[in-house]
């Protein structure tokens, strides 16, 4: 076992230029927990957000990086979890991340990976997937009723619109037009290019006299409530950047219920019953994939070494897709401290 590794080392106040790659001492699992070797990591833009505006628990020297898939080399006491099994994991933001070569995880949040899964495309999966399924899961399952994604040409509103599909709603767009003809193959009715001025008019023309039973909106919470005049009676409005701090339409109109989606915050809030069910829902989607029942984002692949750039293209929207870097046990990072 390697008595230390590499990672990239977070500075307070210096945002995605001020990562710095060093190497850490490697830390045992404790009971509950598992020690993962990283074999590919995903990036996701709450990584560069918090990476610049910072986090309560975060101090310098803290590893960014929420999502990674590994294989288990160590587990802790209670973990029935074998060591050579393939995981992929969504961290929590107040431990060290999936930016380096080991991790160390809350046994209970892990996805086993299937056997013949690519690693890269497990990395890619569990925070714009379990996002994509919790949104899904705030709205009553209803046959045959309409829903709007809106920024379906990001991870989170492809997967979105591909899970409501399944569930047999009529599902609606927005994103640019590059990706409309993708997005009606994977289920959508109808998509609609968010820069048209008169694309919720198109929709709503299109919709004709039946009314929308939820939004998604991944854009913002002012964003959001903007859309709420979408809606039908009783209807749902979910956010999935930040969330409605107050009703965006008057009392006693279409009656609509506002909803946050939160998913790292599971780490701290959540019941052992509710981490059975998010693991549950994570591996379905894995098998998704495997099976070619869900199309995963295109991955965009990146040296390790150069995190940060693929961070500041993913800010900047890049080549579009997930930034995927892939990790070699037989070619160190750094060299091993003495």
């Known amino acids: 076992m390697h008595a230390d590794f590499a990672a990239w080392s977070w500075t307070s106040g210096k945002g995605i230029d001020g990562l710095e790659l060093i190497r850490k001492p490697l830390v045992q699992p404790g009971p509950g927990e598992v020690l993962v070797a990283n074999r590919a990591l995903a990036l996701n833009p709450v990584d560069w957000k918090i990476i610049e505006w910072g986090h309560p628990a975060w101090k310098t020297g803290h590893v960014p990086g929420v999502d990674g898939m590994g294989v288990v080399v160590a587990a802790g006491a ?4 074998k060591p050579g099994t393939r995981v992929a994991y969504h ?4 431990r060290d991340g999936s930016f380096a070569e080991f991790c160390l995880l809350d046994a209970a949040t892990v996805l086993t990976v299937p056997v013949a899964l690519d690693d890269g495309a497990a990395a890619s999966l569990p925070c714009p997937g379990l996002t994509a399924w919790q949104a899904l899961d705030k709205v009553p399952a209803a ?3 309409d829903v709007l994604v809106v920024g379906a040409g990001g991870a ?9 599909a399944q569930r047999g709603c009529r599902v609606w767009a927005t994103a640019a037009p590059k990706h409309h003809s993708n997005l009606k193959a994977l289920g959508a009715v109808g998509v609609f290019d968010y820069r048209d001025s008169h694309w919720q008019q198109a929709l709503q023309a299109a919709v004709g006299e039946r009314r929308l039973q939820a939004v998604f909106d ?3 919470g002012d964003h959001a409530a903007t859309l709420a005049p979408l809606l039908g009676y009783n209807g749902h409005l979910v956010c999935i950047q930040d969330r409605q701090e107050t009703a965006p339409l008057p009392a ?5 219920s506002l909803h946050e989606v939160a998913l790292n915050s599971f780490h701290g809030h959540a019941s052992l019953s509710d981490r059975q069910l998010l693991r549950q829902a994570g591996e379905c989607l894995l098998a998704g994939v495997l099976d070619g029942s869900l199309s995963a984002p295109r ?3 990146f040296d390790f070494r150069n995190l940060p750039q693929a961070l500041h293209a993913l800010k900047h929207g890049g080549e579009g897709g997930k930034w995927i870097a892939r990790l070699n046990e037989s070619d160190p990072i750094l060299p091993t401290q003495v």
């Open 299 to 301: 991955r965009q692949v």
């Open 218 to 220: 991944t854009v913002s």
């Open 252 to 256: 006693f109109s279409t009656a609509i």
């Open 91 to 94: 961290q929590s933001l107040e």
């Open 78 to 81: 209670g973990v029935p979890i």
């Open 143 to 145: 046959v045959s009723c």
């Open 156 to 164: 989170v509103g492809l997967l979105l619109v591909q899970l409501a």
